[in-house]
């Protein structure tokens, strides 16, 4: 079973223009990860967050996170091309094995140029 | 230095064949994970390796699917009578250790396996 669930599926944008993805889930957790995925093979980590931290920056990306509304949100800024790809959000479960990463979905980023 | 590593990148079999899947690790890591990404999904957890043992074998779907790793770097995932179900891409990923918790897992470009 899937832990989280980004929104939205598919998101289409020009270069340029700000990318919001959201995740959420359903149990508590010890820290939420992305993830991009080009291509539909392997997965390039992006950022953690943990539980106890509500926002974090690296780079042009920006995520939060609302541990009450079991919710994380990916921001990436100025778009380009290149960010095309699938970005997931993977969750580790608070009183579980927290090296057993639970992914959602995904969200299929398109940048048009 | 080199990431992590997957042999074949791409497997085609027939219904009923026996398979195996490598997977190199970044030199040093002593975590080992295997997961499954089904079309359109995101991966699914199937098995976890601290040094040589099978610490957790609970996502693995049936005994049909075996994964070992006998000097603690190199693993193989390998899967019996294989079923048009198994078809996925595998990945694995390695970390330098879950003491913390937080240890960032590194994947590897996955084996794309199509059962015929």
């Known amino acids: 079973s899937q832990q989280g669930e980004e929104d939205p599926q598919a998101l289409s944008i020009q270069e340029g223009e700000n990318a919001t993805m959201n995740c959420s889930y359903k149990?508590?957790?010890?820290?939420l990860q992305w993830y991009r995925q080009n291509s539909g093979r392997g997965l390039v980590h992006l950022i953690l967050?943990?539980?106890?931290?509500r926002e974090k920056h690296s780079g042009r990306l920006r995520v939060t996170l609302d541990t009450s509304k079991k919710s994380s949100s990916l921001l990436i800024t100025a778009s380009r091309a290149a960010d095309t790809a699938s970005y997931f959000c993977?969750?580790?479960?608070?009183?579980?094995?927290?090296?057993?990463?639970?992914f959602g979905k995904g969200t299929l980023l398109t940048v048009n140029p | 230095g080199a990431g992590v590593s997957q042999t074949p990148s791409n497997k085609v079999t027939e219904k009923g064949k026996y398979v195996e899947l490598r997977c190199d690790p970044i030199?040093?890591?002593?975590?080992l994970y295997w997961y499954r990404q089904s079309l359109g999904q995101g991966p699914e957890f199937l098995i976890y390796?601290?040094?040589?043992?099978?610490?957790?074998d609970s996502g693995l779907p049936n005994d049909r699917f075996f994964a070992v790793r006998p000097e603690g770097s190199v693993s193989t995932l390998k899967i019996q009578r294989t079923e048009r179900g198994d078809s996925a891409v595998y990945l694995c990923?390695?970390?330098?250790?879950?003491?913390?918790?937080?240890?960032?897992?590194?994947f590897g470009p996955g084996t794309r396996l199509l059962v015929l």
């Open positions: 967050i943990r539980s106890n931290e």
């Open positions: 149990t508590s957790i010890n820290n």
């Open positions: 390796f601290q040094g040589t043992g099978a610490a957790d």
């Open positions: 993977a969750t580790d479960i608070r009183g579980g094995s927290n090296y057993k990463l639970t």
């Open positions: 990923a390695s970390s330098l250790n879950i003491a913390s918790g937080r240890e960032t897992q590194y």
């Open positions: 030199s040093g890591h002593t975590a």
